[in-house]
């Protein structure tokens, strides 16, 4: 079975600090998608990043950067630089079953993010 | 690119009425879709697998008679909220995922419908 943990329920930040929202994960697969969404107040889900399981480079898009560990099973997501608009809540997601399209997500509690002014 | 599309984004029903959710795929053809509901400060669970022509299939614990659910098209899945309660009340968001051949599959997510049963 698929799950995914974060610790983290929620983290409070003064803008320009740097925040770190971790993710692990658990799978039998060795084929998998995994995903970061932001959710803001109005709900809707927004797409940040998705990585397989065979890339583990870590990529950097902006003040936005991602530390895929398979080793311990981790996906963590840094904003460099916080701003007020980062405060949302943040989810990690896996997907198996890659191929057939037939499984849906399995996502994380979420990480509720302040970043006060 | 590929969206998906759901509707209503808000909708506020009397206790005991039904209400419908309809979810779009425009632009692709989705075989599968997914239904998940969450409810204020949780995550997102999954309600239901919505497949193209035949049945869905409902995760432990969600009430298929009361979640209907149906895909008659490639591009339209429906969730039908049968004789809502208050409890009831939450936010439902569907998803699709494009077979994009080797590449994987990518998925997108509906805007989410609020669902208020007073």
């Known amino acids: 079975a698929q799950k995914v943990t974060q610790a983290q329920t929620e983290i409070s930040v003064v803008e320009k600090e740097d925040v770190t929202l971790d993710c692990v994960y658990e799978?039998?697969?060795?084929?998998?998608?995994l995903f970061w969404y932001k959710q803001p107040p109005s709900g809707e889900l927004v797409f940040l990043i998705r990585?397989?399981?065979?890339?583990?480079q870590n990529e950097i898009s902006g003040r936005y950067s991602w530390n895929f560990q398979k080793s311990t099973s981790s996906f963590n997501f840094t904003i460099t630089a916080s701003q007020v608009v980062d405060s949302a809540v943040y989810f990690c997601?896996?997907?198996?079953?890659?191929?057939?399209?037939?499984?849906?997500?399995?996502f994380g509690s979420g990480t509720r993010l302040q970043v006060q002014p | 690119g590929a969206v998906v599309s759901q509707h209503p984004s808000w909708v506020i029903c009397k206790s005991g009425t039904s209400v419908k959710i309809e979810c779009r795929s425009l632009?692709?053809?989705?075989?599968?879709m997914f239904w998940y509901r969450q409810f204020p400060k949780q995550s997102l669970m999954l309600m239901a697998t919505?497949?193209?022509?035949?049945?869905?299939?409902?995760e432990q614990g969600v009430e298929k008679d009361k979640f209907l659910i149906n895909h008659a098209s490639l591009t339209l899945s429906t969730l039908t909220v049968t004789s809502a309660h208050p409890e009831d009340s939450s936010f439902y968001i569907c998803?699709?995922?494009?077979?994009?051949?080797?590449?994987?599959?990518?998925?997108?997510f509906g805007e989410g419908s609020w669902l208020t049963v007073v």
């Open positions: 998803s699709a995922r494009e077979i994009s051949g080797i590449s994987g599959n990518t998925i997108y």
């Open positions: 799978t039998r697969d060795t084929t998998y998608y």
């Open positions: 990585r397989n399981s065979f890339d583990e």
């Open positions: 997601a896996l997907s198996e079953d890659v191929l057939a399209g037939r499984r849906a997500l399995t």
């Open positions: 632009d692709f053809q989705a075989t599968t």
């Open positions: 919505s497949n193209e022509g035949s049945k869905a299939t409902y």
